[in-house]
């Protein structure tokens, strides 16, 4: 039973940081791509940034690239998402995804097999 555990939500100050962690289980976690994601109420999930198995591939969505950065450690079973000069709009329920395969279409929640159940991140401004 695979199982994504999201931890490290809270509330923070704009232009503060956070750091989410993300603990895998019951999948090959070192040879999956992981990923985070975020929903803001009444909005769709949308792409943060996604780090392949071997964590030398990284992407991030435009509104966060430059303030976020997401890593991974494989021995541990770990991915992180290392989130400075957070702004209000950056509130949002933050999850961890797994992919079974990594394709181009890394932005899209289809291409995720399994996800956490969220960590809630709220910046105030």
């Known amino acids: 039973q695979v199982q994504l555990v999201e931890s490290g939500g809270g509330l923070v100050q704009a232009g503060g940081s956070l750091r989410l962690s993300c603990a895998g289980s019951?999948?090959?976690?070192?040879?999956?791509?992981m990923a985070w994601f975020r929903q803001a109420p009444a909005k769709e999930r949308e792409f943060v940034a996604v780090?392949?198995?071997?964590?030398?591939?990284?992407y991030y969505s435009d509104s966060v690239k430059g303030r976020f950065t997401i890593s991974r450690d494989n021995a541990k079973n770990m991915v992180w998402l290392q989130m400075n000069r957070l702004k209000p709009e950056d509130t949002a329920v933050y999850y961890c995804a797994a992919a079974d395969l990594f394709s181009g279409t890394f932005r899209y929640t289809h291409m995720y097999d399994y996800w956490g159940q969220g960590t809630q991140v709220t910046v105030s401004s």
């Open positions: 019951g999948l090959p976690f070192s040879s999956v791509p």
């Open positions: 780090v392949t198995w071997s964590g030398t591939g990284r």
